[in-house]
């Protein structure tokens, strides 16, 4: 199963993309856990998890075909 | 309370005053409204980092701004006696002193508009994922954050 990630803001300072494709993810603890194994410098960087566009505190299972969104903090007015 | 369907609030670069004017004169028609609320949030030159920022490069999680700009505009219509609301935000680049937020609230009291457009601000705000590049004049960056 496939689930497209998407970064946002200083995010994708530290990634260098702005969306990537991740296979075999059971869930949103073990999607966190890989993305900051391949981008270190997201271990010092605050943000939040959408999954379908739904911000979640908690840890989420995923789907194939799920969007997933790390959201750093917001910046909008 | 009727629903209503999802508007787009986002436009590319600055908000023209033009624009406002123009959105203000088109409500002269509607005289049921006592009394109309504005807020204009506008690009401002922080320091930063040693350097003055020139510009905000915005940009947002489109679907979720939408979705977010919709459930705040519900909520605000359920809150308040509105009579209408208007909400539009920049994308792109808006230079500082250039407009980058326009929310207009129409109510037949000030109390309710007044009320209404401080709340629709502070939802936006929190709850709506824009993000602000601020662009330094030079190569450089930083990024904007809510206080």
């Known amino acids: 199963m496939t689930v497209k990630v998407f970064f946002f803001g200083y995010l994708v300072d530290h990634t260098g993309q702005t969306e ?9 603890d073990a999607l966190k ?17 959408a999954v379908n566009q739904e911000l979640t505190r908690e840890n989420v ?12 903090p917001y910046a909008g007015g | ?14 908000i023209d005053s033009m624009f406002i004017g123009e959105s203000i004169a088109r409500h002269q028609t509607k005289t049921d409204i006592g009394a109309h609320h504005i807020f204009l949030g506008q690009v401002r030159s922080d320091e930063k980092e040693g350097k003055t920022v020139k510009a905000i ?3 947002a999680y489109d679907e979720m701004a939408e979705t977010e700009f919709h459930k705040l505009r519900e909520a605000a219509f359920d809150r308040f ?20 937020m326009f929310v207009f609230v129409s109510s037949k009291h000030r109390d309710q508009c007044r009320e ?28 904007k954050v809510n206080q």
């Open chain 2, 81 to 100: 006696d509105l009579s209408c609301m208007h909400i539009y935000h920049s994308l792109g680049v808006v230079k500082a002193g250039e407009i980058c």
């Open chain 2, 116 to 143: 209404a457009c401080n709340f629709v601000v502070e939802q936006i705000k929190a709850n709506v994922p824009i993000f602000g590049k601020e662009l330094l004049g030079d190569e450089s960056h930083s990024w």
């Open chain 1, 20 to 28: 990537m494709e991740v296979n075999n993810i059971s869930d949103t």
């Open chain 1, 33 to 49: 856990d890989h993305l900051l194994k391949e981008f270190p410098g997201l271990v010092q960087s605050r943000f939040a998890i």
């Open chain 1, 61 to 72: 299972s995923l789907k194939n075909g799920d969007q997933v969104a790390l959201l750093p």
């Open chain 2, 57 to 59: 490069e915005y940009s």
């Open chain 2, 1 to 14: 309370m009727k629903e209503k369907k999802p508007k787009n609030v986002c436009l590319d670069g600055p």
